[in-house]
């Protein structure tokens, strides 16, 4: 039972570059979350997910898209990189919303220059 | 716009004291508060949490309180022990998927 992995663990981008990052659960979670980190700052949302298929957007959505086409997996897209977007990445599910126990996953560190 | 204010950012305690983290919140519809630790480089993980229709948790050598009146919670580590030293995140919640986390307290723990 593997909990919450993420995909890749750390990355450099350029300016304008374009990623994905991978977020695969195996509890069969319904929940699904994505977060940054800043320093100095606790943990935003940016993106959620109540159950396969759908997608709401957090507290920092602009400049990211997802998307859940299987249960399992939560992607989070940037399009465009900007290094305002250089942050730590955290994923999370949890099966009873965002009042029952979150899930993290090991983080993805994203350094855009 | 909602805000979780946590203090102190930083706090350093001799091994078998006590810890107190508080966090003040302003959306009064907050109604679950829950706890995360996170230690160097790690992932957050849940340690406690509490919801509004209760004052005070317990967890063996952790306990949470929430006045709900002056709109504020703390977070108490008895006995402290170096394996507790990590950053302390607080948050708040009302339920519309708009979870404030506080900005963290570093925790030390001296042996």
């Known amino acids: 039972n593997a909990g919450v992995t993420q995909t890749p663990k750390f990355r450099v981008l350029k300016t304008g570059q374009s990623m994905t990052l991978l977020c695969a659960q195996d509890m069969n979670h319904e929940y699904m979350y994505w977060y940054r980190q800043d320093p100095g700052m606790g943990l935003r949302l940016i993106h959620y997910?109540?159950?396969?298929?759908?997608?709401a957007k957090g507290e920092v959505p602009d400049g990211y898209n997802v998307s859940r086409l299987k249960k399992q997996n939560f992607l989070l897209g940037l399009e465009s990189a900007a290094p305002s977007q250089t942050s730590v990445y955290f994923c999370?599910?949890?099966?009873?919303?965002?009042?029952?126990?979150?899930?993290f996953g090991p983080g993805t560190r994203l350094l855009v220059l | 716009g909602e805000n979780v204010e946590q203090h102190p950012s930083t706090l350093s305690v001799q091994e078998g004291d006590s810890a107190v983290i508080k966090c003040t919140y302003s959306?009064?519809?907050?109604?679950?508060f829950p706890w995360y630790k996170q230690e160097l480089g790690k992932r957050p993980q849940l340690i406690i949490d509490i919801r509004s229709n209760v004052g005070e948790k317990k967890d063996q050598r952790i306990a949470v309180t929430l006045n709900k009146t002056a709109k504020h919670f703390s977070l108490h580590i008895t006995e402290t022990q170096p394996e507790d030293s990590a950053v302390y995140f607080c948050?708040?919640?009302?339920?519309?998927?708009?979870?404030?986390f506080g900005a963290g307290t570093r925790l030390f723990v001296k042996a």
């Open positions: 959306d009064s519809a907050s109604n679950y």
């Open positions: 999370a599910s949890s099966q009873a919303g965002p009042q029952g126990t979150q899930y």
């Open positions: 997910s109540v159950g396969e298929g759908t997608t």
């Open positions: 948050a708040a919640d009302t339920g519309g998927f708009k979870t404030i």
